[in-house]
Nanobody, 129 residues
């Protein structure tokens, strides 16, 4: 079965950190860019960050720039989103996704308009006291 599985979500206090992981099962992430989106109830899904399949090009939404770091380990078929300095506004359901897009498009920030090939089921992140 081809799927993406997220892990690492949960409850954290403001200012804290979480490490979200996205693991691919049944296929290799080597040829895919991997992106994270988040969605609050009643709102559109918001792009958060993306890392290209090669070169390691990355892009971040303005709202998370400087606080979140995306990285990938192709030997483990996994992508990690490290979230530091979390704020209550970061509370959302976070989704991992895989898409085919050029590294140059990722770096320029145009990746969020590309078709998604695979979606994870999502996991909740809650930032609260």
């Amino acid at each position: 079965q081809l799927q993406l599985v997220e892990s690492g979500g949960g409850l954290v206090q403001p200012g804290g950190s979480l490490r979200l992981s996205c693991a691919a099962s049944g296929f290799s992430l080597d040829y895919y860019a991997v992106a994270w989106f988040r969605q609050a109830p009643g709102k559109d899904r918001e792009p958060v960050s993306c890392i290209s399949s090669s070169c390691g090009s990355t892009h971040y939404a303005d709202s998370v720039e400087g606080r979140f770091t995306i990285s990938r380990d192709n030997t483990k078929n996994t992508v990690v989103l490290k979230m530091d300095g979390l704020k209550p506004v970061d509370t959302d359901v976070y989704y991992c996704s895989a898409l085919r897009v050029l590294a140059s498009v990722v770096a320029a920030g145009g990746w969020s308009s590309y078709e998604i090939d695979y979606w994870g089921k999502g996991m909740r992140v809650t930032v609260s006291t």
